[in-house]
C-alpha cells in the first residue's frame, strides 16, 4: 500500500509557488520544462541480456530491463522475482521522476512510458533511439490519474523484436481518489502481465514475425509459465496487461460468473461495468474485480480464452484461481468508483466531419495507415493538429485482421463503434489503445492540449508498426 505524504501535492521540499509549476499546471506544462525542483525519484534502468527461469526446470535467454532506484522509496522498484520482465514502477500522480537509460544491448533502442502523458522529449519517440552504450535521461512530472501503464522499447522496425526478447515493464500510478476507495490490496490486488512466445526445440526463445504478427505457443503470466494462483477467500483486484506482439483474446471467467470491470487503460471507471467476457488486444489493460468468498477450499476458477469467432476453435486456459481454506482481508464491492468529465462530441472542432484513418495493406509497404507508412518527417494534412483542439478520430478497419491502435499523448474517450457486432470491447473510461475489430469504424474524441510537438499513432500488433503501421502528428 502506498502511503500518500504531503510531497504528493506540494513537490519536494519546496513551497507552494514551485510546487504549481511542477505539479499539474497546463501553463507550465506548456510553456516551459525548467524545473524548480529536484526530482522526488530517480532511477537507473540499464537493458541487457540475462539468463531467466521461465520454470524451474527451463532457462532461456532474454532481453531485460535490470533496475535500481537512485532516490525515492526503494519500493518505486518492484521485485523481479526473478523474471525476465522489468522491474514495476511504481510511483504517485504530482511525482517527479527522473529515469537514466541505459542501453547494454547490441542495437538502438529508446524506451516509450505506454499511456504516461509526456512532451515529446521523455515520449520515447524513435528519433530519439540511443546506439549501443550510450544513456537517455527521462525526467517528467506523472500527470496522469491512478492507472496500470507500462513501458517498452519503441526503436522503428524493432519494438516487435525487442518486446519480444522481453523488454517490457509495468509502471503503476497511484493517487489519492484512488486510495480513497479502499479498493483490494496488497495480496488481494494482483497484476498480470500476459505474453505468448515460442521456444525452439534447444528451449531458445524464437522470433517469427509475419504479416499477422509474431505469436507464441506457450503463455506466460508475469515471465512465467506456471499459471496457477492460489487465493483466499475475498474480494481481489486483477489487473490484467495484453503484453503480447500480436495476440488478441477473448477472455471469460469460467463458472459463468460476470465480470466486473472497474478499470481501463487510463484508470478508474465511474462505475463497475459489467461483462459476460471481453476482447483483449496487445497493449490494452483491464482491471476487475472477482470474489472468491463463495468458492470451497480447492475449486478452481479459470480465466479462459475464449475463440475470438464463436465455433472456430477450442478455449483454453489463461490464469487458474485456486481456492485455499484462508480467508483473505475483507474488501466491499465498490459502488462509485473515480469520477472524470466526458469529452462531449460538440468540444471536438472537427465533430460532423471525423478525421478517418483506414487501416490497410499497400503493396510494397505492408501495414499502413491510409496508404502511408511510416515518414520519420513527413505529415498528411489531417495529422497536423491545432494546440488546444479536440478532434473525432475515425479508424476504419476493412481488413480481416484485428488492430489495436495507440495514440501517443493524452488519453481519450470512444464516442461510437459501429456496427460494433461484437459485444465485449473495452471501450469504457479513458484508453490510449482501442481494438479496431475487422469491419468495424471506432470513433474517438481526444483532447490535443498538454503538449505541442511530435508524437506517434500506430497500430500496436508490434508486427504491423514494425511493417509501417505507424505515423506521427504533430501539434502546433
Ligand atoms: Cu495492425
Not at 271 to 292: Q, S, W, Y
Not at 335 to 340: E, H, I, N, P, R
Not at 351 to 368: A, Q
Not at 449 to 460: A, E, Q, V
Request: charged fraction near 25%; glycine fraction near 10%; aromatic fraction near 10%.
Amino acid at each position: 500500500m502506498v502511503s500518500f505524504s504531503r510531497r504528493d501535492f506540494l513537490g519536494k521540499g519546496i513551497g507552494c509557488i514551485g510546487a504549481s509549476l511542477a505539479v499539474s499546471n497546463s501553463w507550465a506544462r506548456a510553456t516551459t520544462s525548467v524545473f524548480l525542483n529536484d526530482p522526488d525519484i530517480i532511477i537507473e534502468l540499464t537493458a541487457k541480456e540475462v539468463t531467466r527461469n521461465i520454470d524451474p526446470n527451463t532457462s532461456a535467454k532474454f532481453w531485460s530491463y535490470v533496475g535500481k532506484v537512485i532516490r525515492g522509496p526503494k519500493e518505486t522498484l518492484g521485485p523481479s522475482n526473478g523474471s525476465y520482465l522489468g522491474p514495476t514502477i511504481e510511483v504517485k500522480t504530482g511525482d517527479r521522476v527522473k529515469i537514466i537509460f541505459k542501453n547494454s544491448l547490441p542495437e538502438k533502442s529508446i524506451i516509450h512510458w505506454h499511456g504516461l502523458d509526456v512532451d515529446h522529449k521523455n515520449d520515447g519517440h524513435p528519433s530519439l533511439a540511443i546506439n549501443p552504450n550510450g544513456e537517455y535521461v527521462y525526467d517528467f512530472v506523472v500527470e496522469n490519474r491512478a492507472g496500470m501503464y507500462w513501458y517498452h522499447p519503441h526503436p522503428h522496425g524493432r519494438t516487435g523484436f525487442q518486446v519480444y526478447q522481453g523488454l517490457a515493464g509495468l509502471f503503476i500510478v497511484r493517487d489519492r481518489v484512488e486510495e480513497s476507495l479502499n479498493l483490494p490490496n496488497k495480496e488481494q490486488e494482483l497484476r498480470f502481465v500476459v505474453q505468448d512466445r515460442f521456444f525452439n526445440d534447444q528451449g531458445e526463445l524464437e522470433y517469427r514475425p509475419s504479416m499477422m504478427g509474431a505469436f507464441g505457443d506457450k503463455l506466460l503470466i508475469n515471465g512465467k509459465l506456471e499459471r496457477k494462483i492460489k487465493v483466499k477467500k475475498g474480494l481481489y483486484r486483477i489487473r490484467l496487461l495484453n503484453g503480447c506482439n500480436a495476440r488478441v483474446f477473448n477472455l471469460a471467467l469460467s463458472h459463468g460468473e460476470e465480470i466486473k470491470q472497474i478499470g481501463s487503460d487510463g484508470g478508474l471507471l465511474e462505475k463497475t461495468n459489467k461483462l459476460t467476457n471481453f476482447f483483449f488486444a496487445p497493449a490494452e489493460r483491464v482491471d476487475i474485480v472477482v470474489d472468491f468468498s463463495a468458492y470451497s477450499e480447492g475449486e478452481v476458477i479459470t480465466l479462459e480464452g475464449l475463440p475470438l469467432v464463436e465455433g472456430r476453435g477450442k478455449k483454453y486456459s489463461v490464469v487458474e484461481f485456486e481456492v485455499t481454506n484462508e480467508v483473505g482481508q475483507s474488501f466491499s464491492e465498490p459502488t462509485g468508483l473515480a469520477a472524470y468529465k466526458r469529452i462531449l462530441p460538440q468540444e471536438a472542432t472537427n465533430f460532423s466531419n471525423p478525421k478517418v484513418f483506414e487501416l490497410v495493406p499497400k503493396r510494397g509497404l505492408g501495414w499502413t495507415i491510409n496508404g502511408h507508412g511510416y515518414e520519420p518527417n513527413a505529415f498528411e494534412d489531417n495529422e497536423i493538429i491545432k494546440f488546444g483542439d479536440t478532434e473525432v478520430w475515425e479508424f476504419y478497419n476493412p481488413t480481416g485482421m484485428p488492430h489495436p491502435m495507440h495514440i501517443h499523448g493524452t488519453q481519450f474517450q470512444v464516442l461510437k463503434r459501429l456496427p460494433g457486432q461484437l459485444t465485449g470491447c473495452l471501450d469504457s473510461g479513458w484508453k490510449d489503445t482501442i481494438l479496431v475489430m475487422p469491419g468495424d469504424r471506432v470513433q474517438v474524441l481526444k483532447r490535443f492540449n498538454t503538449y505541442k510537438g511530435i508524437f506517434l499513432y500506430h497500430c500496436h500488433n508490434l508486427e504491423h508498426e514494425d511493417m509501417s503501421m505507424m505515423r506521427n502528428f504533430k501539434i502546433i
